[in-house]
């Protein structure tokens, strides 16, 4: 059984609900983890989940400008050493320690080519729109690629083409270096 794990931060779980369903009707184990606070995405992005080693990890969660946005936090509330403000691919670079995995991001922006490169670097394979995809086609691609992927049993790449073929909106989760 394949396994999915699922980060979202909290105003994203309706289309977090959806994908998560989806991926248990075609199958897979999801294991939900909810972001509350930067320090949350970044232990994500450092494996340090408590999860097993995922098939696709699925960021459920909005983006800007090529970086992930941040829940925003009381100055107090903040820990000494967490980032106030988006996450980029410098922090992605110095955080990251998943590798050889499949990340499928549904954050607006955040397949821009600094951000999907800093993902990439570590032999990953990173889907995410490039622009600002409509939401309802962010779930539409995420839900094409779980069918492909663990319904179907395609390679990671294959269901990324396949999921990015139905229109324009969904064809920006595979604009960027390396699909075409």
């Known amino acids: 059984m394949r396994k999915t794990v699922l980060i979202a931060f909290t105003d994203a779980d309706l289309e977090a609900a959806a994908v998560r ?7 897979a184990s999801v294991y939900y983890y909810p972001v509350g606070r930067p320090s949350d995405f970044l232990a994500v992005l450092a494996g340090n989940t408590g999860f097993p080693p995922a098939d696709v990890t699925v960021l459920s969660m909005h983006g800007e400008d090529g970086a ?22 410098d922090l992605i670079r110095k955080s990251l320690c998943l590798e050889h995995t499949t990340l499928l991001s549904t954050a607006c922006t955040t397949g821009r080519e600094a951000t999907a490169a800093a ?34 049993g395609a390679d990671p790449r294959c269901a990324v083409l396949c999921a990015a073929s139905q229109d324009g909106e969904t064809a920006m989760f595979a604009d960027g270096e390396g699909w075409t």
Request: net charge negative; glycine share 12%.
């Open 68 to 89: 992930f946005l941040m829940p925003v936090l009381g100055e107090d509330v903040y820990e000494s050493d967490e980032p106030r403000g988006p996450v980029g691919p």
């Open 119 to 152: 993902f990439r670097e570590r032999g990953n394979v990173f889907a995410a729109p490039s622009g600002y995809a409509e939401g309802s086609a962010a779930l539409m691609f995420a839900v094409r690629f779980l069918y492909e992927y663990l319904a179907k």
């Open 21 to 27: 369903g989806a991926a248990e009707a075609f199958g």
